[in-house]
Structures are given as structure tokens and as C-alpha cells.
């Protein structure tokens, strides 16, 4: 299935309390690398676009901040989710982590993805993305914490995001050292 083809699936039941289905968003091709985050939140479902509302802020800052720290541009990248849809059971229901089935359901949106950005490195955010892309990738993905975690422990001034910017100067200066693929 063509990614475009993904707009109108209804393979689970994610699609019934969706806006918008959440394919990803890249900075541009050739990309380094492909992080790889847990679901949409209620930003992201409004807008289509992976990574706008809070953690999307905070990733974005981790990221400025480790090219400050270690000279090297940020190096072009991929962003999407494990499910392309805002994971939650109703309307009014508050949002949840996907379940399995629907992340299998989703795993053929992700692999397609994975081929056609053809990264240097999979960087998954949070545990229950590392979990589910065990064994998808070669080489396997490095995890790092969700930028969700670290809007819920105090953002910027958090010792998490500290973290999350140490992952990132290790990822930005190993993708740096790569030669260019053509």
C-alpha cells in the first residue's frame, strides 16, 4: 500500500474517533535518521502532522540544543508513530497507548515508511515504542525517552531532557560521521 493510501484506513478502530490520520513529516530527503514516537496526541490529530503540540516542542528543542552542543546541523529526519491514529475509545474518552493489535495493524504504514526514508539510524522514543519496533530494523533502533515524559516532569528544566539532549549529541555526532549515501 502506497503511503497516500493510508489517509482513508479503516484497518482498526482508531479511525472511528479520529480528525486526521498521522502519516509523518520530514525535514528533507536524503534522512539520517527516523525517530519513531508512540501515537498522536489531540495536536497532532487536528493538524495531520506528527510532533506539533508539546512533545513535538520539546523534541524539537532537545534537538536545536544537541547541534548547539556538538557543531553538527541537525541531520535531515523522519518523524512518525507507531499508530497513525489518536488511540482513544471514544470522543470524550481520554487518550491511551495503543494496544498491540492496533500497532500491528499499523506495523505495514511503518515498514513502508522505514523503506522509503532508508535511514542511517531508527531512533524510538519512549519504551512501548522501543518494544514494538524490537526486531523491525537493522540495525536495531536506539531508544531514548518520549518527549511526553519530559512534559510531565517539568519540560526544559527537567534533568530528562538533559537526557533526551545527551541521546541525541551521541546520534547527531554518529550520523555525522557517516558518509554521504547517494
Known amino acids: 500500500m502506497r503511503l497516500a493510501d493510508w489517509k482513508e ?5 482508531l479511525h472511528l474517533y479520529r480528525h486526521k490520520v498521522v502519516i509523518g513529516r520530514g525535514s528533507s530527503a536524503p534522512y539520517a535518521i527516523l525517530f519513531v514516537g508512540l501515537a498522536p496526541g489531540k495536536t497532532e490529530d487536528l493538524q495531520g502532522k506528527p510532533f506539533v503540540g508539546p512533545s513535538g516542542r520539546i523534541l524539537a528543542a532537545a534537538m536545536g540544543l544537541a547541534s548547539r552542543r556538538t557543531k553538527i546541523q541537525v541531520p535531515a529526519h523522519y518523524i512518525t508513530n507507531l499508530v497513525a491514529c489518536i488511540p482513544r475509545d471514544g470522543w470524550q474518552e481520554p487518550i491511551r497507548n495503543p494496544r498491540s493489535d492496533e500497532v500491528f495493524l499499523c506495523q505495514p504504514r511503518l515498514m513502508e515508511i522505514y523503506r522509503q526514508v532508508d535511514p542511517q539510524v531508527v531512533v524510538t522514543l519512549g519504551e512501548v515504542a522501543a518494544r514494538e519496533c524490537r526486531g523491525l530494523f537493522a540495525p536495531p533502533p536506539v531508544p531514548l525517552i518520549h518527549p511526553a515524559a519530559i512534559v510531565r516532569t517539568g ?5 530528562h531532557f538533559l537526557l533526551l539532549v545527551r541521546g541525541l549529541m551521541t546520534i547527531f555526532e554518529a550520523v555525522g560521521r557517516e558518509p554521504c549515501r547517494e
Do not use: I, Q
Open 9 to 13: 484506513c479503516k484497518a482498526c478502530r
Open 155 to 159: 519540560g526544559v528544566e527537567s534533568s
